[in-house]
């Protein structure tokens, strides 16, 4: 028998945790290497490494087994008996997730590694599907996407260029402080207010992606080649710490701009 | 609901990697999940069929955690359907240095999907081309009328995958879901009708099987449904030969005698 353990910390609610466990086949299928899941007979998962790992693989029938504060899925293979328990404690704005993977039968001394990243993907998964938005999104048309543009969030820039025409592309020549000049520039042909501009040099190593209305800055990603800074402006500092860093831009730059349509 | 956040490595040899990258149902298209696939050689990435806007987030997360966007050198595009190509206006700026390949026949319509093309697309000739990606390379293999008039399917050499479109797109139960093709007359029955409405023609089916069982593919990969890989290569090649599809089947039908 071989035993690991781990802890993941889950930003979200013990209940929106309950939910994942509770639709097993879903939780089951967000297990790293589970290439199949079936519920016609039972709930059946197979377990397959892939094949320049480690030649291994089994079909799990599992049960799943609960109390108040634990979730035990208790898989018998052809070959080996694995049981994860997943065991949860509440904090306040988070939920810590206690899990606990045993496994017996084939390849037991020999699968250390892969057990390991099994543990820990379960963990992972755990995790980012609680964390998820639960259904997938579905492109917002309020007038206000612009305005929730935030670049540490690609689904609210996503959003955004959704509803988006590309209005110009081409290479430009940024002098150090003089992006916003480009901007003016790229305004002069267009009526629209919301303006997002991106930018990267050709060998990818700096790039920025800017976000306005009219001449206020509304979100901004800076990127060169030691640090990457995401502002979402929501006050003066905010403002001036992305003027800060628009007044840094230099170099050639690929430059895209893009202009909502159907009045963002 | 299917829903599988996890990539899955199908090749990796230390410089050459392959990995499927998850799968999600949405509410409007049960059962017809879309498959994503990115091919890296040293640092230099392919994203085959990237897909719309309601995998955008999974695909992004996916691929970021084993390439640097701005490493992506090619976006490839199998054909025009939406679901493939619903999400090029995110993927061309988050994949900024990358290159549109879409069949010729379809560069002209890049407009419509509100980006300007600036040297970004590279239309691909009816008789197919090569990429170089990395220190490999991958094929554009005419796929043409399987199912759209403009079609190719994409060869990876060194690891010995097809990315094959449409061909091989199988539809799930709500019950099962499995990445790669285990019993193979059970999968055939989830593959069929598919097949035989969506494909143009039997002949330009039968040419692709000619044609792919010269290359001798290790795996085929489809952008919906389950992989083949093993004896089932053989069997699904040996499948479609035996098919017919689209105007063969349905002329009288339509049209009447
Ligand atoms: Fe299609
Ligand atoms: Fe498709």
Redesign the pocket.
């Known amino acids: 028998m071989k035993r690991k353990a781990t802890s993941v910390e889950i930003l979200a609610g013990k209940d929106e945790v309950i939910r994942i466990l509770e639709d097993s086949p879903q939780f089951i299928t967000n297990w790293p290497y589970v290439v199949k899941v079936s519920t016609r007979d039972g709930l059946v998962a197979e377990i397959l490494l892939p094949r320049f790992l480690f030649k291994f693989g089994d079909t799990y029938r599992f049960s799943v087994m609960k109390d108040d504060t634990s979730y035990i899925y208790d898989g018998t293979g052809k070959r080996s008996h694995l049981i994860v328990t997943v065991t949860l404690k509440e904090w306040q704005t988070h939920t810590m997730a206690d899990i606990e993977l045993s496994y017996k039968g084939r390849g037991e001394f020999l699968l250390g590694k892969p057990l390991e990243v099994l543990l820990k993907g379960i963990g992972n998964g755990l995790k980012s599907l609680s964390e998820a938005p639960k259904q997938a999104p579905v492109p917002a048309i309020s007038s206000h996407v612009a305005d929730e543009v935030d670049f540490a969030d690609p689904m609210s820039v996503a959003n955004f260029l959704v509803k988006s025409r590309m209005v110009h592309s081409g290479l430009h020549v940024v002098q150090k402080g003089g992006l916003l000049n480009l901007v003016l520039e790229l305004r002069e042909n267009l009526k629209d207010d919301v303006l997002y501009v991106s930018g990267i040099t050709q060998d990818g190593s700096k790039s920025f992606k800017l976000l306005l209305r009219k001449s206020q800055i509304l979100a901004l990603e800076y990127r060169s080649d030691n640090e990457i800074k995401v502002v979402k402006v929501e006050d003066d500092a905010s403002a001036r710490q992305a003027l800060e860093f628009v007044s840094r831009i230099e170099g050639a730059y690929m430059v895209n701009a893009w202009v909502p349509v159907g009045g963002v | 609901m299917i829903r599988n956040m996890n990539s899955y490595p199908l090749y990796d040899d230390g410089k050459h990697r392959v990995y499927w990258l998850g799968i999600e149902e949405s509410e409007d298209e049960k059962g ?1 999940l ?1 498959n994503q696939y990115l091919v890296i050689d040293g640092n230099e990435a392919a994203l085959i069929e990237p897909g719309g806007f309601f995998v955008f987030s999974r695909v992004l997360k996916n691929v970021s955690s084993l390439i640097p966007p701005t490493q992506i050198k090619y976006l490839m595009y199998s054909h025009q ?1 939406p ?2 190509v619903a999400g090029l206006n995110l993927w061309f700026e988050y994949a900024p240095l990358a290159e549109v390949a879409v069949s010729e026949l379809w560069v002209r319509f890049i407009p419509h999907m509100a980006v300007l093309s600036a040297g970004r697309i590279i239309g691909i000739p009816d008789k197919g081309m090569e990429f170089q990606l990395g220190s490999s390379k991958i094929k554009a293999v005419p796929s043409h009328y399987l199912h759209s008039p403009g079609n190719f399917s994409f060869y990876d050499e060194k690891s010995g995958i097809l990315f094959s ?2 061909i091989g ?1 199988a539809a799930f139960s709500s019950n099962e879901w499995y990445l790669f093709v285990e019993d193979f007359e059970g999968h055939a029955r989830l593959m069929e009708a598919f097949h035989k409405r969506y494909m143009s023609s039997t002949k330009a089916l039968r040419a692709w099987v000619r044609s792919i069982r010269r290359l001798n593919p290790k795996v085929i990969a489809p ?2 449904g389950a992989i083949f890989r093993d004896e089932n290569v053989g069997k699904f090649l040996d499948w479609l030969e035996s098919l017919d599809v689209g105007i063969d089947v349905f002329e009288n039908e339509f049209y009447g005698e």
Do not use: F, G, R, Y
């Open positions: 017809i879309t359907d679901d493939v479109t449409d797109a952008q919906h």
